[in-house]
């Protein structure tokens, strides 16, 4: 059960931001503090095609999903620096406090972001990625890296 998968320019959540960057040169924050753990697409593949093909494993809980992150955690507000310095933006950003939250929903459509998305982007996203490392004898890619291919992927 991946966390935040972002990658190849076509996820909604960081390809999104980074559009948004480099278009406009700002960006929203929605509460700031709660913490996320992105996950690259290609590092889901390479953890998928590496060990979906092989011998069965001995898991610790069968029947269980694994659960898979990025190799960091990191707050929203930390994500969205590193993304405006990937991108070069210049603009203001955008905080939108708990008391606003409620508010945002009756216009979230206008920016193609459904309520339970709106929802969902307040709660922390984050694993333990353990049990997956040492069962599949897997490590992610660091996360600046995957940031800055993801922003090169981003065609605006």
């Known amino acids: 059960r991946p966390t935040m998968i972002f990658g190849r320019g076509g996820a909604l959540n960081i390809s999104r931001i980074v559009r948004q960057l480099k278009k406009y040169g700002?960006?929203?924050?929605?509460?700031?503090?709660?913490?996320?753990q992105p996950l690259h697409v290609d590092d889901l593949c390479q953890l998928?095609?590496?060990?979906?093909?092989?011998?069965s494993l001995v898991l610790p809980s069968?029947?269980?999903?694994?659960?898979v992150?990025?190799?960091?955690?990191?707050s929203v507000a930390e994500l969205l620096d590193d993304l405006t310095q990937l991108t070069g933006a210049r603009g203001p950003r955008i905080r939108v406090g708990a008391s606003a939250r409620g508010r945002l929903g009756a216009v979230a459509g206008l920016a193609g972001v459904r309520p339970d998305q709106l929802v969902r982007i307040t709660e922390d996203k984050v694993v333990d990625n353990a049990d997956v490392m040492r069962e599949f004898e897997w490590v992610p890619v660091s996360t600046p890296h995957r940031l800055e291919q993801a922003v090169e992927e981003v065609v605006v």
């Open 48 to 55: 998928l095609v590496t060990h979906g093909t092989g011998e």
């Open 62 to 67: 069968p029947n269980q999903p694994f659960e």
């Open 69 to 74: 992150g990025g190799d960091a955690q990191l």
């Open 26 to 36: 700002v960006s929203l924050q929605i509460g700031g503090d709660q913490l996320v």
